[in-house]
């Protein structure tokens, strides 16, 4: 095993070394050079600017960094017609960056959704509507449950292998085969999740010879499989898919370094050093000096998505438990969700919030452009993080709740989660079941100087985004030492 004390921190080495050049000679911070060409890189990302998904935050930092270090970032990613939800504000970060926007075919997901809406609508439409079958329901009779296991099947191997988002992978290969050999570039990076994304690196590879990096911000099938719908032949077809991408993929960069070290011993047979940790880190330019008061009344904060069993219902029943205790009260206590959070899982967290008597403390609201969600996380007294069953991902928010001298109160069992907020001092993650726990640490806080926290501040640097990128550059010149040949 692991000396997590020790082995979370392996990567903070070289960061530190670079980031004590810089301060004690500031004059020899990283520029790009004026004799130099600089190199071409094909970054191929579903999620990016002005796409408001978390996942796209990373790439666009990179392609905003690269070219301090003599790389010149093209990106491919999808049309802005197919982003859920756009944040014009994104892009201005990089409003220099050759932009490539593919379209993505039609997929029997797609029309499977659209037969489903109608059915929908027509059930509703009649006497005694029932809600349609999902998979996973309550145990049923015999010839009903192999029709649930057979759709099933049909979900995980024709609609969602590898992921929802395969329809841009084609239109993406043929995309990024063009420009690979028109612009002559000398690397690709691939970023996942989706998954779909590696596999057109893995073409793109096959066809080009270019140098490839896989980026891992998620695990994939490695160390368990996919949360989504899955049956034990698509297990096995995505974990074949997952070797095909490891085996021919030059460095495999992982956000977390427990991910990386899991994935060294399960492809023991791979050079241990294709294994690279660079963290998500932040853009320091986003986080100046606090100016903004706290809200008048102390509140608990949560912005972003409530998926994959996140649920503040554990936070719910610690501030249930301050009220009865009349350590609390109703007037003294605040709690605001903001993004996708009017569900969980199927249930409206209206009704979890009237469950706990709680409709005069709790407020949700919609999403919010990525400053103002900032914003009221720094107005906030308590962050709110829900990382629940996964031990090998570090939630990306939690670094912006860093830079904002955010309190953290995190639900998420052992791992590289809790890992992270013991070894920052940044706040206390509890199991989900911990209610008291929560209670006691809510309390505190509330009792607490209120003003930002200051005292992990020195943590910081080590994860400014231009420092990381560094280490992303230094990957690639190794992987393409001489200008590439442009194509004929």
Avoid at 1 to 11: H, N, P, V
Avoid at 388 to 402: E, F, G, W
Wanted: charged letters at 25%; hydrophobic letters at 40%.
């Amino acid at each position: 095993m692991l000396d997590t004390e020790q082995s979370d921190y392996l990567w903070f080495t070289p960061i530190k070394s670079r980031i004590d050049q810089a301060f004690s000679q500031p004059d020899q911070c990283p520029s790009v050079s004026k004799d130099i060409t600089n190199k071409k890189i094909l970054i191929i990302t579903y999620h990016f600017p002005p796409s408001a998904a978390i996942g796209g935050l990373r790439l666009a930092r990179f392609a905003k960094f690269l070219p301090a270090f003599n790389w010149t970032p093209v990106v491919l990613t999808i049309q802005d017609r197919y982003i859920e939800n756009v944040d014009e504000e994104r892009l201005r970060d990089v409003s220099g960056v050759t932009i490539i926007k593919t379209q993505m075919l039609p997929t029997l997901r797609g029309l499977y959704l659209k037969m489903k809406s109608r059915y929908a609508r027509f059930r509703a439409s009649g006497p005694a509507a029932v809600p349609p079958d999902e998979p996973g329901d309550t145990a049923v009779a015999g010839p009903e449950r192999l029709l649930r296991k057979l759709k099933r099947y049909f979900i995980s191997l024709f609609l969602v292998l590898p992921d929802e988002e395969r329809g841009w992978a084609l239109p993406a290969i043929v995309a990024a085969v063009r420009e690979v050999r028109r612009r002559g570039i000398d690397c690709i990076l691939t970023s996942c999740p989706p998954y779909s994304s590696h596999l057109v690196g893995l073409a793109t590879k096959k066809l080009t010879g270019a140098a490839w990096v896989a980026d891992f911000r998620d695990p994939w099938m490695t160390p368990n499989a996919k949360l989504s719908a899955a049956c034990a032949l698509s297990n096995r077809i995505e974990a074949w898919l997952e070797k095909k991408v490891i085996r021919n993929a030059d460095v495999v960069i992982f956000t977390v370094d427990r991910l990386r070290e899991h994935y060294r011993e399960v492809y023991a047979a791979e050079p241990a050093d294709k294994f690279v940790c660079i963290p998500n880190g932040l853009d320091l330019v986003f986080f100046p000096p606090a100016t903004l008061q706290k809200y008048e009344i102390f509140t608990l904060c949560y912005t972003g998505s409530l998926y994959y069993g996140r649920t503040p219902e554990p936070v719910f029943k610690a501030v249930r438990r301050l009220l009865e205790q009349n350590r609390v009260r109703l007037e003294e206590i605040r709690i605001r969700l903001a993004g996708h959070c009017r569900q969980v899982g199927k249930d409206p967290v209206e009704e979890l919030i009237r469950a706990y008597g709680l409709d005069r403390i709790v407020q949700v609201s919609d999403s919010v452009p990525r400053m103002q969600a900032l914003e009221m996380v720094r107005k906030s007294h308590v962050a709110l993080l829900f990382a629940p069953s996964q031990p090998y991902q570090i939630p990306a928010k939690v670094y912006d709740y860093l830079a904002l001298g955010a309190t953290i109160l995190a639900i998420a069992e052992p791992g590289a989660t809790s890992d992270f907020i013991r070894l920052t001092g940044c706040g206390k993650g509890f199991l989900p079941s911990d209610t008291a726990g929560m209670a006691e640490f809510i309390y505190d806080a509330m009792h607490r100087d209120n003003g930002n926290n200051e005292r992990y501040s020195r943590t910081i640097p080590y994860f400014d985004a231009k420092l990381l990128t560094q280490s992303l550059a230094d990957i690639l010149n190794s992987l393409a030492p001489g200008r590439a040949p442009s194509a004929q």
